[in-house]
């Protein structure tokens, strides 16, 4: 995902132009920090959700990565944040390890100018130690996979009796890989009187029937996703039977002038198959997977 460097808020449809960030109603070391990131004004799910998000209503937000969702949630937690209170106070489901790292670090950004917030990233394939000494310490936000906070909600090894938000990131993705079970014992197992942001690119009757039955009198906010492509990007395609594929991918990478290429394909085993038969004819060519250790 990249990053935006410009003061613009990401590709959606923007607030009206009279909401800055400073109506909204969010402390002002968040707002500083907000300053200090560059944005200028808020996104529309930014614009749609923290005010309800502030005033302590559960929200359920239909948008998209890009959207600016995380900035969403993670701006009216901070500014509510009790820094003094050790016991995790928020906690964030993610699908992967890799989104579960990018909202700690915008978390990160968000908490500059708060002192002594402390944010821990927890997923699976990370050795407990880590995870378990950073709790011992204390910290205020919890930022996890539904596998591993399982684990340690199992073991005793984290405490979510004084949580007060729950968010529940890229819904859609975690029900897709399994975790709706994890999720909703998490639901349940949680204080009663917290708060609960659901956020999803799409709404199945799965999360349809979740958020009914576990938020409560929700605002729904939708924002449409301007679906766009940089400038400078080319985009064509060709249609190709299964058995020609390599073929034809052959007789590109031949006409084609590049330094590196990327080229995704559907499953781990076609990774490893495509990246055997682009080396077969001399080319140099990797797989990545899930299924490769992160050192590697
Ligand atoms: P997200 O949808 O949360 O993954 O955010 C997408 C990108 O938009 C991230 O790189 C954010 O840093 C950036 N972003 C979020 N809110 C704003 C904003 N109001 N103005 C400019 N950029 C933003």
Redesign the pocket.
Known sequence: ?T??DT????ETDTAPATTGFADLGLSDAVLKAVRD?G?????AI?AATIPPLLAGRDVVGLAQ???????AFALPILSRLEVSQKKPQALVLSPTRELALQVCE?FEQYASHLKGVHVLPVYGGQAYGVQLSALRRGVHIVVGTPGRIMDHLAKGTLDLSELKYLVLDEADEMLKMGFAEDVETILADTPDDKQVALFSATMPAQIRRISKKYLKDAEEVTVENKTTTSANTTQRYLMVSYPQKVDALTRILEVENFEGMIVFVRTKNETETLAEKLRARGYSAAAISGDVAQAQ
Do not use: F, I, L, N
């Open positions: 995902m990053s935006h003061t613009a808020p990401p990131v944005y200028e004004s808020p996104s930014q990565t890009g959207t600016g969702k995380t900035a915008a």
